[in-house]
């Protein structure tokens, strides 16, 4: 069986996944079947011959999963019923991307066929690669070292959503500040 | 190891069994980067959950009587800035920021590819410093009720 | 090209979401989708027939190998997914600690 | 010797093995590099790996743990068929319900292997633990006795003779 067949089987699972998450009301189902949507991602990455991806896609959920868990299960979470005017939106919203991807079909039409690739730059480094770096992975030599400034600029941007998270996570809050003062006072 | 804190003993024994495994696959990945599917990323996420398993199985207090937290915090600050001694020292040495001024070595040993090596480890501490931090402080915040 | 027009649809699923979603958990989730449908599109076009993954291994013979350049892209963007996911559950969190709901609309109803 | 030393020294040798099965043995490179990660593995998480020290010799513990494997997948044999007839059955005669069965057994890594075992076993699944007192709470699929000491003898005896030979 070609690579195409089951990357459109894959596919399909996926975009069923991600519709039942999005509408599903409980958010302890919504978590796992975003994890399908993840690992179908993953297992796409096999059948496209990227190892390094998969391994890195299947911890990426996992660890999303246990983030998302840990921050979002147990608060009371309400369910609000959608009004009207959020109905007529939702409905306006599909009809508009409906007719997107119907404009676009024509776009992709003038792609070449899956499995010809547009690009042809990367021969160098599939040619030279082992030669000019030494490692026998060609993906971690075009990380660290053909392209060595995109990883540090990487890098600095996980710094960055790191620090931008601790920090968020340790403003106290006005309300709450004002009430411990009371509290002080009270005892 | 007696405190209720965290899960039931059944997690608990497993975890105790296991998590030297989880971290020693964690650190094999990272240094044959170079070599096999891996590298700095996948190898940190790995040790990120091999710390994980600990904080989750349990609990904070056992956690941060086994790890110090401070010092985990500067090894994660300390990484980033080897990241950038690395490619000073390739200035220096190669000519040029971030050259791969080591030996080469040849092909399939395990010290081979100059640099590569040496950033994978830095990036597999920061990547695994950060994503466990990270989950360390969302698990402390506890959210009192408002009114 | 229908590989390429299914994971469009994935990639509008995800846009659908992020617009027509008021609760908070529910655009971080289309957020992730989106994220999927993006690398998963650059993976697709890097693909090549009959071709190998690009690592080298001992004593085989060099055979035509996918793009390696597409892969180590995606390989950073993803570990960025990472780090842009947990500071917007970081958000996310403390919204609800300041609010006590997830929903966008009440939040932007309850100021100060 | 201290436990926890023992415990890390256990490890490090564990951990040079799985390092050899990874990767060549024949390279020295990996060696020296496969050693020093081993001392770094069991200087951090060393000390987990054993809790409190067995009084039984270690040949005797084993040939016990061989013994149990043996009642295990016997024990396992019986259930699936059990469970298999009561699946084919027209009438469908289960009888589902939570039990209390009580356990004689102290360690932490006796427990777990007999809570897993009565998980691993088909018709049983084991809901709770209460180490204190020693007590496991147990899914049945067809509960045959309510009585605390009956359900016991039906789940938890099976395995809990040979399981005290290996751990206690």
Redesign the interface.
């Known amino acids: 069986m070609p690579?195409?067949y089951w990357?459109?089987f894959i596919?399909?699972v996926?975009?069923i996944a991600?519709?039942a998450?999005?509408e599903m009301d409980d958010?302890l189902s919504?978590?796992v079947a975003?994890g399908i949507?993840?690992l179908g991602?993953s297992l796409?990455?096999l059948f496209?011959?990227?190892?390094?991806?998969?391994?890195?896609?299947f911890?990426?959920e996992?660890?999303?999963l246990?983030?998302?868990v840990?921050?979002?299960l147990g608060?009371d979470?309400?369910k609000?019923a959608?009004s009207r005017i959020?109905k007529i939106?939702?409905g306006l919203?599909?009809i508009t991307?409906t007719a997107?991807?119907i404009f676009?079909?024509s776009v992709?039409?003038l792609?070449p066929?899956?499995?010809?690739?547009?690009?042809t730059?990367?021969q160098y480094?599939?040619d030279n690669?082992?030669k000019d770096?030494?490692?026998?992975?060609?993906?971690?030599?075009?990380?660290?070292?053909y392209?060595?400034?995109?990883?540090?600029g990487?890098?600095?941007?996980?710094?960055t959503?790191?620090l931008?998270?601790?920090t968020?996570?340790?403003?106290k809050?006005k309300?709450?500040k004002e009430n411990s003062e009371l509290s002080n006072a009270t005892k | 190891m007696q405190q209720n804190e965290g899960m039931t003993l059944i997690v608990k024994t497993v975890t105790r069994i296991s998590v030297w495994m989880i971290l020693l696959y964690g650190i094999y990945?990272i240094f044959h980067?170079?070599?096999?599917?891996?590298?700095g990323?996948?190898g940190g996420?790995?040790v990120?959950?091999a710390f994980?398993n600990v904080l989750?199985a349990y609990g904070r207090k056992f956690t941060s009587d086994w790890l110090n937290i401070g010092f985990l915090h500067d090894l994660?600050a300390a990484s980033?800035t080897l990241?950038?001694v690395i490619?000073i020292l390739g200035i220096s040495m190669g000519g040029a920021?971030?050259a791969?001024f080591l030996t080469?070595?040849?092909?399939?040993a395990l010290i081979?590819?100059?640099?590569?090596l040496p950033?994978?480890i830095v990036?597999g501490i920061?990547?695994g410093m950060?994503?466990f931090?990270?989950?360390w402080?969302?698990?402390g915040?506890k959210?009192?009720k408002?009114d | 090209?229908?590989?390429?027009?299914?994971?469009?649809?994935?990639l509008?699923?995800?846009?659908?979401?992020v617009?027509?979603?008021?609760?908070l958990?529910?655009i971080?989730?289309?957020i992730?989708?989106l994220g999927?449908a993006v690398?998963?599109l650059l993976?697709?076009?890097?693909?090549?027939?009959n071709?190998?993954?690009?690592?080298?291994?001992k004593g085989k013979e060099i055979s035509p190998?996918?793009?390696?350049?597409?892969?180590?892209?995606?390989?950073?963007s993803?570990?960025?997914?990472?780090?842009?996911?947990?500071?917007l559950?970081?958000?996310?969190?403390?919204l609800?600690?300041?609010y006590n709901?997830?929903?966008i609309t009440e939040i932007r109803r309850l100021k100060g | 010797m201290e436990t926890k030393t023992k415990s890390r020294i256990i490890v490090f040798v564990f951990a040079l093995v799985v390092w050899f099965a990874l990767t060549d043995i024949k390279d020295y490179q990996e060696a020296l590099i496969g050693i020093a990660i081993s001392m770094l593995i069991s200087f951090l998480t060393g000390h987990f790996l054993i809790a409190n020290v067995a009084s039984q010799h270690l040949i005797k513990r084993t040939f016990h743990f061989l013994l149990y494997i043996i009642r295990f997948i016997w024990e396992m044999i019986i259930a699936n068929l059990e469970v298999a007839y009561l699946v084919i059955h027209p009438m469908l005669p289960i009888k589902p319900g939570i039990v209390k069965i009580k356990t004689k057994l102290t360690k932490d890594s006796a427990i777990t292997v007999l809570a897993n075992s009565i998980t691993l076993t088909p018709g049983t699944l084991t809901v709770d633990i209460n180490r204190n007192k020693g007590e496991l709470y147990i899914h049945w699929i067809n509960v045959k006795s309510k009585d605390i000491d009956q359900a016991t003898k039906e789940i938890g005896e099976r395995f809990e003779k040979t399981l005290t030979e290996v751990y206690e």
């Open positions: 690579v195409e990357l459109i596919l399909i996926m975009i991600s519709i998450a999005l958010i919504s978590i975003i949507v993840g991602v796409s990455f496209l011959q990227a190892p390094d991806l998969a391994i890195v896609q911890l990426f996992i660890f999303a246990i983030i998302l840990k921050a979002f608060k979470y309400h609000q959608p959020n939106l939702a919203t599909i991307l997107i991807f676009s079909v992709f039409e792609l066929p899956f499995g010809e690739p547009l690009m730059t990367a480094y599939l690669g082992a770096t030494g490692a026998a992975n060609l993906v971690s030599s075009i990380i660290l070292d392209r060595a400034y995109d990883t540090l990487e890098i600095t941007v996980l710094f959503a790191i931008g998270a601790f968020i996570l340790r403003i809050s309300s709450k | 990945i980067g170079h070599l096999t599917p891996g590298g990323f996948a996420v790995i990120a959950l994980l989750l994660e980033a990241f950038l490619g920021f971030l791969n080469k070595g040849e092909l399939f081979s590819a100059g640099t590569i950033l994978n990036i920061k990547v950060s994503l931090l990270v989950v402080v969302l698990a915040f959210i009192e408002g | 090209m229908i590989v390429y027009l299914l994971c469009f649809i994935l509008l699923v995800g846009l659908y979401g617009l027509t979603k008021r609760d958990i529910k971080i989730l289309s992730g989708i999927y690398n998963l993976i697709l076009f890097a693909y090549r027939n071709s190998i993954y690009p690592i080298l291994s190998m996918v793009d390696p350049l597409p892969q180590a892209l995606v390989l950073t993803i570990v960025i997914e990472l780090g842009t996911t947990a500071m559950v970081a958000l996310a969190v403390k609800f600690e300041k709901t997830f929903d």
